[in-house]
C-alpha cells in the first residue's frame, strides 16, 4: 500500500512495532508516526477519520472503549478487520449515542491486496463512506481502469458482504478439494495429471485465481526431499469464522446454501486428524476407479460440479 499513498498518520498498538515500520517506509512514504493514543487522535484534524485494522471481536471493542475518551461528535472509526456484521451494527448503535459514526468495512485481498490493492466493501451511514471515500478508491485495486471500492448500505452491510464473500470462497475451494480428492483417491491419478487437469480447465470459463493458486499449489516440489509439497502439507484446514457466520446467517435466514454448509462442516473434520486416520486403516482405501470410460465421465461431471 505504500506507493498508493502520499502521507499517513500511523499508530500500532506497541511503540516497537510503529518504529520498525516508520524506519521501514519513510524513505518512500511521508509517515508521521504517533507513539499512543491521545498523541494520535490530537494529530488528526476534525472531524477525526480513525481506521482500525485488528483481530474481530474483544480486541475492537477494547480499543473503542480507549478511543472513546478523546473521540468527539462527527468523528468517523471505521473498523476494517474481519468483525461479524451483527457485532458492527451494535457499535454502530453505541456509537451513534455519542454522535460518532462506526463503518464496518469489508476489506478483501490478502496480502497481495495489501500491496495492489484491496477489494473494499463500505457499510454504514453514507456520509461515513463519502468523508473517505477518496482514500478507499486510491488504496483500492483497479480492475478495467476501475476501482474496486463502494458503498454496499447502510448498518453492517459491509462486513455482510464480506462475509458472504468469504462463505461462497469456501465453497469453491471445498469443490477444488472435492475434484482433487476424487482425482487423487478415487481415480489414483498422479498429481501431474491432476494439475494439467486442473490447468485446462483454467483456460475455460472456470478461470480463476483459486483455481490459479491450486494449480501452482500443485507445481511446487520441496526442495529438500524433492517429492510434491501438497503431500506434506498437512490435511487439517483451519478457518477464521467468517465461513461459520455465513453458514449461521444463512440458517437464520432459512437460505439454502448447501455448498457452505458442507464446505465448512469439511474443515471442522480436518481437524480430527487422529479419529480419520484411525478410521481409515479400519475402512480401507477407497475403490479405484480404473474404467477408461467411467474415468472420462467422472472428469466431465467434475468439471460440470466445479462450474
Keep these: 500500500m505504500h506507493y498508493k499513498l502520499d502521507a499517513l498518520i500511523k499508530l500500532c498498538r506497541t511503540i516497537d512495532k510503529t518504529k520498525k515500520l516508520h524506519e521501514r517506509v519513510s524513505n518512500i512514504l511521508e509517515i508521521k508516526p504517533t507513539y499512543g493514543i491521545e498523541e494520535f487522535i490530537n494529530t488528526l484534524e476534525k472531524p477525526r477519520k480513525i481506521i482500525l485494522m485488528v483481530q474481530p471481536g474483544a480486541p475492537v471493542d477494547q480499543i473503542l472503549d480507549v478511543l472513546l475518551n ?13 468483525s461479524f456484521y ?14 460518532i459514526v462506526f463503518m464496518g468495512i469489508g476489506v478483501s485481498g490478502g496480502r497481495e491486496g495489501a500491496l495492489k490493492g484491496p477489494s473494499i466493501m463500505a457499510g454504514g451511514e453514507e456520509y461515513g463512506y463519502l468523508a473517505i471515500r477518496e482514500l478507499w478508491v486510491t488504496i483500492s485495486v483497479k480492475v478495467d481502469g476501475e476501482p474496486c471500492a463502494g458503498y454496499v448500505g447502510n ?8 462475509m458472504v464473500h468469504n462463505g461462497i470462497e469456501y465453497a469453491i475451494l471445498e469443490s477444488i478439494a472435492e475434484a482433487y480428492d476424487i482425482m487423487k483417491n478415487g481415480m489414483k491419478l498422479e498429481i501431474t495429471h491432476i494439475r494439467d487437469i486442473f490447468r485446462e480447465w483454467l483456460r475455460s470459463e472456470l478461470n480463476s485465481y483459486l483455481l490459479e493458486i491450486t494449480v501452482d499449489v500443485l507445481e511446487r516440489l520441496d526442495p529438500k526431499l524433492g517429492l510434491p509439497l501438497i503431500e506434506l502439507i498437512s490435511d487439517k484446514a483451519e478457518q477464521k469464522g467468517t465461513g461459520r457466520w ?22 471442522i473434520v ?14 480401507g482405501e477407497a475403490r479405484i476407479i480404473n474404467n477408461v470410460k467411467m474415468s472420462e465421465a467422472l472428469l466431465s461431471h467434475l468439471k ?4
Design 70 to 82: 478523546y473521540l468527539d461528535e462527527g468523528d468517523i472509526v471505521c473498523d476494517c478487520g474481519n
Design 86 to 99: 451483527k457485532d458492527t451494527e451494535r457499535r454502530q448503535q453505541e456509537l451513534r449515542k455519542k454522535g
Design 155 to 162: 448498518r453492517g452491510a459491509g462486513h455482510f458482504v464480506k
Design 246 to 267: 455465513a453458514l449461521q446467517t444463512a440458517v437464520d435466514l432459512r437460505a439454502a446454501t448447501s455448498s457452505i454448509d458442507a464446505a465448512v462442516i469439511s474443515r
Design 270 to 283: 480436518s481437524t480430527y486428524k487422529e479419529l480419520r486416520t484411525s478410521l481409515s486403516l479400519k475402512l
Design 304 to 307: 460440470t460440479h466445479y462450474t
